[in-house]
């Protein structure tokens, strides 16, 4: 299956972009930078444009979310927008009554435990997604030259929150769902799965050039439950992603354990959390895929000298990998000051790229 011909990861700028060459494997002239929840409260601009509306409001309404996606890459000159959503908001648009409540999360009015209430899991319809397509649209009509990433929450990060119905740092009961009944926990696995491609092929047949599965908390499993009850779902949908030929970026917390395994699940590119240097990820991953991270969030708030000190590390750890994607281990703090991200930026925008092999 093709993209449209007028789809920007057609048109040269994009193609050609520092982000794109990465996920490639190549090393572009200048070492791309992103960050993840660029978006958000540490943002004045976003404070002021968001006052009025919740944030699945503000995430459902077209020129808003084109809005807010828009700010981080005006601030600070990142070499990707990554699409203002929420991995909660294809299950608000299939119908699942589901909140984010601010410094909370995702609250479910009927979390999802028995095999009933997995039945009677809503479908994500094709007409539902109207609201990301525009959005998406309006992003890449205003940003021709940089690329946008789309995203979903992984299976696993997703079922989280429907089961524990709140954040939960642990995870209880969707440990005990998995164990005590796997075949539930498949269906309910697959469907999330499907609820992902759909709004995954959405954000891409509307624009996006690149795809970024957040697997947030799969790190809390070992690898033996990964492999039986959740890579095959989070392959899934790296595999339907790939027939848009469109580079998959997957991403987890505390994944040392698990980075081959979601590597071939289906990625091109791995993200990596604090708990390993880049260069320790690219040995265990045969020295053959793209890294992204790994600046630790913790130091943003730290001395200048603190923050210079952890830039310089990552980028020399991803000089040993095929290519590397500046990013934080994790999102943005809410308490971080812009000028720090900013003044990362710069940094890795003045540093010379790194030659693979030295
Ligand atoms: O800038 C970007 O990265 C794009 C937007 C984005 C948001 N959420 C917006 C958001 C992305 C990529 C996400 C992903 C997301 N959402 C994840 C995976 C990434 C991760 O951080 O591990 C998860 C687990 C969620 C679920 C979720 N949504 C949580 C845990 C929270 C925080 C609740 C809080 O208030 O502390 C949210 C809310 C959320 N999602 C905000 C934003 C900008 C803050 C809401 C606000 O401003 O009121």
Redesign the pocket.
């Known amino acids: 299956e093709a993209l449209p011909a007028d789809h920007p990861s057609h048109s040269g700028a994009i193609a050609d972009s520092a982000l794109l060459s990465a996920c490639r494997g190549e090393r572009p002239a200048r070492t791309p930078v992103w960050f993840?929840?660029?978006?958000?409260?540490s943002l004045p601009e976003?404070r002021a444009a968001?006052e009025s509306t919740t944030?699945l409001e503000s995430c459902l309404d077209p020129a808003l979310a084109a809005e807010l996606t828009l700010q981080?890459v005006r601030r600070y000159g990142v070499d990707a927008a990554?699409?203002?959503?929420?991995?909660?908001v294809p299950l608000k648009l299939a119908g699942v009554d589901v909140e984010?409540?601010?410094?909370?999360?995702?609250v479910l009015a009927h979390p999802v435990r028995s095999r009933d209430d997995i039945a009677a899991l809503p479908t994500l319809t094709d007409e539902a997604l109207t609201p990301i397509r525009e959005a998406i649209g309006r992003v890449t009509t205003q940003l021709p030259d940089v690329p946008l990433i789309g995203?979903a929450?992984a299976p696993f990060?997703v079922a989280s929150?429907l089961v524990e119905g709140r954040?939960n740092r642990t995870h209880p009961r969707t440990h005990e769902l998995m164990h005590d009944d796997p075949q539930a926990w498949e269906a309910l696995l697959e469907w999330v799965a499907e609820v992902d491609i759909a709004f995954l092929r959405a954000q891409v047949l509307a624009g996006a050039s690149a795809v970024q599965l957040?697997d947030?908390?799969v790190g809390e499993l070992s690898l033996v439950d990964y492999l039986v009850h959740v890579q095959p779902a989070s392959g899934r949908v790296l595999r339907a992603l790939g027939e848009l030929g469109v580079p998959r970026i997957h991403f987890g917390?505390g994944t040392g354990h698990l980075l081959v395994a979601m590597r071939d699940a289906g990625a091109d590119v791995m993200g990596v959390g604090a708990d390993l240097t880049l260069d320790a990820a690219n040995e265990l991953l045969g020295g053959r895929t793209p890294l992204q991270g790994n600046i630790d969030p913790a130091v943003l708030a730290g001395s200048p000298e603190a923050v210079d000190a952890a830039v310089a590390a990552v980028l020399t750890a991803g000089g040993a990998a095929p290519a590397h994607i500046v990013n934080l281990a994790?999102?943005v703090p809410?308490d971080t000051d812009p000028d720090v991200l900013a003044h990362i930026v710069d940094l890795v925008h003045g540093a010379p790229a790194a030659v693979k092999g030295h």
Do not use: C, L, N
Request: proline share 11%.
């Open positions: 993840m929840r660029q978006a958000g409260r976003y968001r944030m981080p990554i699409f203002y959503s929420d991995i909660m984010i409540e601010p410094g909370v999360g995702p995203f929450g990060t929150y954040p957040f947030s908390w917390t994790h999102g809410k």
